[in-house]
């Protein structure tokens, strides 16, 4: 399996607080990405990293922000949560973008849960 | 809008019967993919089609990618309760489908 883990596992917490999510991998891969899964939606893709420092917005990017200093760790911070945001949060990486093979691989989630 | 469209949304079998789920779009794919996500995991990647009707196997399942590239379709011959899971086809390395969730009933 690759090595992704994701921290923490479960979380609830209140509306209006701030929330970071952790996504750590030990495969030294370029592109690093944050999706959120609900119900009826699927994956939906809130952003991305393609090198230390390099983001760029995904789907549904609004109320999100994300880091990435490491190459190894990205974080995806929610500055103000709201019940909207309440969803199971994957970390994946890939060796490089685009077409063809090159899958991605994904941590096992973070479920959060705001009241 | 969604950009993948599969189907059925459910599908609950029994053991030792086959099945085809589906993922269709308007648009033309390059290439696409085809996940499996066990309840409390993450998606883990089956097989990648890239070319127009190309059809691969992997043991009893098939995966075939429509001439025009704008569908998928997988096949489940003799399903077995570890065929049991949400099945997620995605495009364009970002987008996925709504996914088919699969219970194979012993």
Not at chain 1, 85 to 113: M, W
Not at chain 2, 58 to 65: A, D, G, N, P
Not at chain 2, 72 to 94: E, K, R, V, W
Request: glycine residues 10%.
């Amino acid at each position: 399996d690759a090595g992704i883990t994701q921290s923490p596992r479960h979380k609830v917490t209140e509306t209006g607080t701030p929330v970071t999510l952790r996504c750590h991998q030990t495969e030294n891969h370029r592109y690093m990405y944050w999706y959120r899964q609900d119900p009826g939606h699927g994956l939906r893709l809130i952003h991305y990293s393609y090198g230390v420092k390099d983001t760029d917005k995904g789907e549904v990017s609004d109320g999100y922000s994300v880091s990435r200093s490491k190459t190894e760790d990205f974080l995806l911070t929610l500055e103000s949560a709201t019940s909207s945001q309440t969803s199971v949060y994957f970390c994946a990486i890939s060796e490089s973008k685009g077409e063809g093979n090159q899958p991605q691989h994904f941590g096992d989630g973070t479920r959060l849960s705001i009241l | 809008t969604q950009l993948l469209e599969q189907s059925p949304q459910f599908l609950s079998i029994q053991e030792g019967e086959n099945l085809t789920v589906y993922c269709n779009s308007s648009s033309v794919f390059s290439s696409l993919q085809w996940y499996r996500q066990e309840p409390g995991e993450g998606p883990v990647l089956l097989v990648t089609v890239v070319t127009g009707g190309e059809v691969k196997k992997l043991k009893r399942l098939t995966f075939q990618f429509g001439d025009a590239r704008k569908d998928s379709s997988l096949h489940i011959t003799a399903a077995q309760p570890g065929d049991t899971g949400l099945y997620l086809c995605a495009c364009n390395q970002f987008y996925f489908g709504t996914g088919t969730s699969l219970t194979v009933i012993p």
